[in-house]
């Protein structure tokens, strides 16, 4: 008896706290720069692929994805020789977790920070201004030429961001024009757009789905489990109303004799 009302009284407590904290999300991300929603590949094996491949070559420069190992990729449909030959540094072994060479010392020389850890980083990201993958999408699409800056690079998402932008030679080099306005008699200076003035290797739209690619990736990283976890959320939820039934049940039946 003492069981069902105390997982009531549990459930309750979780709902009225998530209720508590749901707004100050929301409030801590106003006034943001608007995050463009990442296209949804997170079932698509050829883009996650791509992803992988494109986070090897460009991030784990800097970036450790140290909660991953390179044999879990066969998760993603790729042979141990694919792995192997196109995503392996020569000096790791298949059963190696995702390390970066970069020491933190020399990081903290050359960008004054050390490259956080991106084994969950699309989960760190989500915020009630997005999800992780809508953050992680916009921001590296966000990059602009800023010769104020040591690395010569500033972001519209991450203002004065330490990381260069490391996927000029694809997107090109773009500025950013500001326009002036006024609301309620009062100038200001906004964002209007960001204009090339180096076009890259890619249009606008291959880059951006090479981003989408690596998003995904990163995303399915932060939880390869991300799957089952959803099945088994459905049953979870099942049980909770179940349990809420019971608990429902049994509080009219303790009460029905008191009244
Ligand atoms: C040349 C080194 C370097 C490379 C390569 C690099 N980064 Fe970074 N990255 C950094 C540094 C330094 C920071 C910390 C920036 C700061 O705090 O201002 C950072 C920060 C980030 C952040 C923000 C993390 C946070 O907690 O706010 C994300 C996301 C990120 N990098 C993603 C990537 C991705 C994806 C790639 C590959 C496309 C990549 N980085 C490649 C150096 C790098």
Redesign the pocket.
């Known amino acids: 008896m003492k069981l069902f009302s105390n997982s009531f009284k549990y459930l309750v407590n979780s709902i009225i706290v998530s209720l508590m904290v749901l707004p100050a999300l929301v409030i801590a991300n106003e006034g943001g720069f608007p995050l463009d929603p990442a296209p949804d590949r997170s079932n698509n094996m050829a883009a996650l692929q791509n992803g992988a491949k ?2 090897v070559n ?2 784990l ?3 450790s994805a140290s909660a991953m190992r390179y044999s879990r990729l066969q998760d993603l449909g790729l042979t141990d020789g694919q792995i192997k030959s196109n995503l392996l540094l020569a000096s790791d072994k298949i059963g190696d977790l995702m390390k970066t060479n ?1 020491s933190d010392k020399d ?1 903290k020389a ?7 850890d ?1 084994s969950v ?1 699309a989960r ?2 989500s915020s009630g201004a997005g999800s992780g993958a809508d953050w ?1 999408y916009t ?2 699409r966000s990059y602009y030429k800023d010769d104020s800056r040591p690395t010569g690079w500033n972001n519209m998402v ?1 203002p ?5 932008h ?2 000029w030679e694809l997107q090109g080099i773009r500025s950013v024009k500001y326009e002036d306005v006024e609301e309620h008699g009062k100038k200001s200076r906004v964002f209007s757009k960001f204009e090339t003035i180096i076009p890259g290797k890619l249009s606008e739209a291959e880059y951006n789905s090479e981003v989408a690619d ?1 998003v995904a990736y ?1 995303n399915w990283m932060s939880e390869p489990v991300q799957n089952t976890r959803k099945r088994l959320g459905v049953w979870v939820l099942l049980w909770l109303s179940v349990l809420s039934f019971l608990a429902w049940r049994l509080n009219s039946s303790y009460w029905k004799d008191v009244k």
């Not at 050359?110 to 956080?116: D, S």
Request: proline fraction near 9%; charged fraction near 5%.
């Open positions: 494109l986070f460009y991030c420069n800097c970036h970069l990081a050359w960008f004054g920070v050390t490259p956080p991106l980083i760190a990201k992680l921001y590296l991450f004065d961001v330490a990381m260069p490391v996927l690596l990163l």
